[in-house]
């Protein structure tokens, strides 16, 4: 990888650091009132209102407190959550895999999913199965992710009653081995199906422009001029041919199920990154809030490191550019 995307990326991630510093502060209300109530609020003394502000760093200018912000980061803290009154790097240690393990099982669903379909809708391209599939697929697009959630769980929790309405694990339950992993993929299904049907329309508009631009090259002719069977040149030829844009996307994709799972996992009451981020806006927690975007920013900055890498791998053209 040549220097000026290395650059690059470090210059993106000080663009994030100082607009992860800012946002949380553009947002209206005092966040002392937010964190302590307005009762708690009245009946402090002022001196003790400025201790708990010079604990928090409020009684600082934006530079000083910006001076804070990168001295903690340099040592590995995330700063401390005075509305949970826990450090934020616990806080986000406990719902991190959660979101890990939404966010990461759509992206292999989704793009297995808009690999088929985008395969086979592409290779019977004008056929009524293509036209179809693309106007089930661009229908789906059309719809926002909580949206489709909100379906899902009116229909199949509420009407049907077949999955939980919300949460990861059944509060209380006790249970253990396969019983506690059966209840997880309960509580998970529908929030899953929902960021995969949302993430699905990406690959497979991708890949079926990739394959009717790979129909029209002569090795598709070559390969059936040899005797190969139709799905061996669908698959093994064409649809290889047709994995580099999809590896490319995988960076944009990783950003576009980050921003997606934080809406469906409100909407899920799941106990991801989402939900956080929810109560954080909601009481101010300005210290919990630059963890959050910080640690999302981070991820998607290493996804586009990581297809940058595996693209570079798949066509070593792009090694060159």
Not at 121 to 127: F, I, P, V, Y
Not at 308 to 315: F, Q, R, Y
Request: charged share 15%.
């Amino acid at each position: 990888m040549r220097k000026k995307k290395i650059i690059t990326y470090l210059a993106a991630l000080g663009f994030i650091l100082i607009l992860n510093f800012l946002l949380p502060r553009l947002l209206p209300g005092d966040p002392f009132m937010a964190i302590y109530g307005e009762e708690a609020a009245l009946s402090l003394s002022e001196a003790a209102k400025e201790e708990l502000r010079a604990k928090m760093n409020l009684d600082k200018s934006l530079i000083a407190q910006f001076k804070v912000y990168l001295l903690t980061l340099a040592k590995g803290d995330l700063g401390y959550s005075y509305a949970l009154n826990q450090p934020v790097r616990t806080v986000i240690s406990k719902v991190l895999p959660w979101t890990l393990l939404l966010v990461g099982s759509a992206l292999i669903l989704s793009t297995l999913i808009g690999l088929i379909l985008g395969i086979e809708s592409g290779w019977r391209r004008g056929t009524r199965a293509d036209r179809w599939i693309l106007l089930t697929v661009v229908g789906l697009s059309a719809l926002p992710n909580f949206l489709i959630g909100i379906l899902l769980l009116l229909f199949f929790a509420v009407q049907l009653g077949w999955f939980p309405l919300g949460g990861a694990v059944t509060p209380y339950s006790g249970f253990t081995g396969t019983a506690y992993l059966l209840d997880v993929f309960k509580h998970l299904f529908l929030p899953l199906l929902a960021l995969t049907l949302a993430q699905v329309p990406r690959s497979y508009l991708l890949t079926r422009a990739s394959v009717l631009g790979n129909l029209s090259y002569p090795y598709v002719r070559t390969a059936a001029a040899k005797g190969l069977k139709p799905l061996q040149i669908r698959y093994k030829h064409v649809g290889r041919n047709s994995l580099l844009p999809i590896s490319a996307s995988l960076g944009v994709s990783v950003g576009s199920a980050l921003a997606g799972s934080l809406f469906i996992e409100i909407v899920f009451s799941y106990p991801g990154m989402g939900s956080l981020i929810h109560q954080a806006i909601a009481q101010r927690d300005y210290p919990l809030l630059q963890g959050i975007l910080l640690v999302i920013a981070l991820t998607v900055i290493l996804a586009n490191l990581a297809t940058d890498i595996l693209a570079s791998k798949i066509d070593p053209r792009i090694r060159k550019e």
